[in-house]
T-cell receptor, first 116, second 114 residues
Framework: DTGVSQNPRHKITKRGQNVTFRCDPISEHNRLYWYRQTLGQGPEFLTYFQNEAQLEKSRLLSDRFSAERPKGSFSTLEIQRTEQGDSAMYLC??????????????FGPGTRLTVT | AQSVTQLGSHVSVSEGALVLLRCNYSSSVPPYLFWYVQYPNQGLQLLLKYTSAATLVKGINGFEAEFKKSETSFHLTKPSAHMSDAAEYFCAVRTNQAGTALIFGKGTTLSVSS
């Protein structure tokens, strides 16, 4: 396994701009998750894909946020009209579809977003 | 609803001392519990997990945790701290009924002094 990869690792943008992050999960991991982590907090769930289907979205995922996983492989998370409150670390995780529910999620290194 | 509380946002120990990081959970159904570690500017790495097979769970790097249903706790311990253990530690819970997402505590930062 090469691990979960995320790009870019860091992004600085001005308020009001749009940004897009990419996540490449571990090969053959059908389930993909996005989390947001702000300073001093644990990760908070944003959304979840099983293959290309987005099955669950958190209340944290406002209308300015959209996530896709068009071919069931990589995923993108777009934030439109960024606000300073969007500054956070965005984490992606994946796990196999099969296996016990207790199967752990594997996390990527994250994309740190700073909105100025 | 499921939740996790980590008591103590910051724990400091000396090298060689016992490490104890506290985690209490709330769940109306049998939970799956996890401890993750996060080093600066990195993602989360799994230390260990509880899946109901055994109440005492051993993980990587000498860490272990004990599930105590009566106390709704899953505290993380290590007999002897190393400098390399300095990091942030997160306890997380998930259940089948709550969907598939992990619910994390706010984390505990472990500092190790020589």
């Amino acid at each position: 396994d090469t691990g979960v990869s995320q790009n870019p690792r860091h992004k600085i943008t001005k308020r009001g701009q749009n940004v897009t992050f990419r996540c490449d999960p571990i090969s053959e991991h059908n389930r993909l998750y996005w989390y947001r982590q702000t300073l001093g907090q644990g990760p908070e769930f944003l959304t979840y894909f099983q293959n290309e289907a987005q099955l669950e979205k958190s209340r944290l995922l406002s209308d300015r946020f959209s996530a896709e996983r068009p071919k069931g492989s990589f995923s993108t998370l777009e934030i439109q009209r960024t606000e300073q409150g969007d500054s956070a670390m965005y984490l992606c995780a994946s796990r196999p579809d099969k296996g016990a529910p207790s199967y752990e999620q594997y996390f990527g290194p994250g994309t740190r977003l700073t909105v100025t | 609803a499921q939740s996790v509380t980590q008591l103590g946002s910051h724990v400091s120990v000396s090298e060689g001392a016992l490490v104890l990081l506290r985690c209490n959970y709330s769940s109306s159904v049998p939970p799956y519990l996890f401890w993750y570690v996060q080093y600066p500017n990195q993602g989360l790495q799994l230390l260990l997990k509880y899946t109901s097979a055994a109440t005492l769970v051993k993980g990587i790097n000498g860490f272990e945790a004990e599930f105590k249903k009566s106390e709704t706790s899953f505290h993380l311990t290590k007999p002897s701290a190393h400098m390399s253990d300095a990091a942030e530690y997160f306890c997380a819970v998930r259940t089948n009924q709550a969907g598939t997402a992990l619910i994390f505590g706010k984390g505990t930062t472990l500092s190790v002094s020589s």
